[in-house]
Structure formats: C-alpha cells, structure tokens
C-alpha cells in the first residue's frame, strides 16, 4: 500500500512522502483546475480528453453540476468515472477535489434554489441558514461534489470592485 493512503501513519507524514516522489508537472497538476463540460463527450466522461488533459493528475474539476447541465444520476457517473481515470491511469493514482457553485444551494439540474445568504441574513434565523445549506450540502455529497464555493464576503476596499 502507498505510504500516503496509509492511514495509519501521520497526515504530514503522508504529505511529506508523497511530495518527494512527485514530480514538478505532477505538482502543478494539482494546483490546476478543467471544466467538467471539457472532459466531456456526448455528454459521458471522455477518456481521450482526459488523457490529453489530465496526464499528471489533476487537482480540481469545476462546475460538475450547473457546467454541464447533467441531470444527477448523470453527475454521479461522470464523477465516478473522472475519479476512476484518475486513480488507475495517472502515476501516483490522485483523485480530483470536485466543486461546484452553491450561492444559492447546489448549482445544478433538479437541485433546490434558495435565496442568496445575503438576504437570508436579514431574516436573523441562523437555524434556517443552517438547515438551508445543509440541504445543499446533502445534495452536493450525493453527486460526488465535494467542495462547495459561495462568495458571500465583500472585502473589497475599492468601490469601484
């Protein structure tokens, strides 16, 4: 077993072991980023385009849900054939970090569209926000989606932004 799926030895451990046998494309790879709807072909998960795009790994697949236009049992195959590419036709067998926008609930066919949280904050009910995105949260881990990107701070100190 590879030293870094070994859950039994310590994560930085892990980390440390697999970074010195990673090659600098390899590293790179996983710092970068393709469109599901790039990966896919007659709307399935193309091995060719993966092969051509995803030959040192890949660190994140963006936008598995609303980019694609997949309904969720199609989400869910294509995930599973994506990570299925990764781990056995890239060198050290890495899976990609899946994401999708979840503003408003998880972006994607037959999900659930709630208000954005700005205008859920003025309702003062954080029982409701959180039952809000629990929903989506559940939604999202169905698919296989495992990261969820929702800007919901404006830290811009120039108003023009």
Request: proline fraction near 4%.
């Amino acid at each position: 077993m590879e030293i870094y799926r070994d859950a039994s030895r310590p994560a930085a451990e892990r980390a440390t072991d697999l970074l010195s046998r990673m090659t600098f494309e390899e590293k790179i790879a996983q710092i970068g980023s393709v469109w599901a709807m790039e990966i896919l072909e007659d709307r399935k998960f193309s091995t060719n385009k993966a092969a051509v795009l995803m030959s040192n790994g890949l660190g994140q697949v963006s936008r598995a849900g609303v980019g694609t236009a997949l309904k969720p049992a199609q989400i869910v195959e294509f995930v599973n054939d994506l990570q299925r590419f990764l781990v056995e036709n890239t060198r050290l067998g890495i899976p990609a970090i899946v994401h999708e926008e979840c503003l408003t609930g998880f972006m994607a066919r037959e999900a659930t569209i709630f208000p954005q949280i700005i205008g859920m904050a003025s309702t003062w009910e954080p029982e409701l926000v959180h039952r809000m995105t629990a929903a989506a949260r559940r939604q999202m881990l169905a698919v296989g989606v495992r990261q969820g990107l929702s800007p919901v701070l404006d830290v811009a100190r120039d108003p023009r932004w």
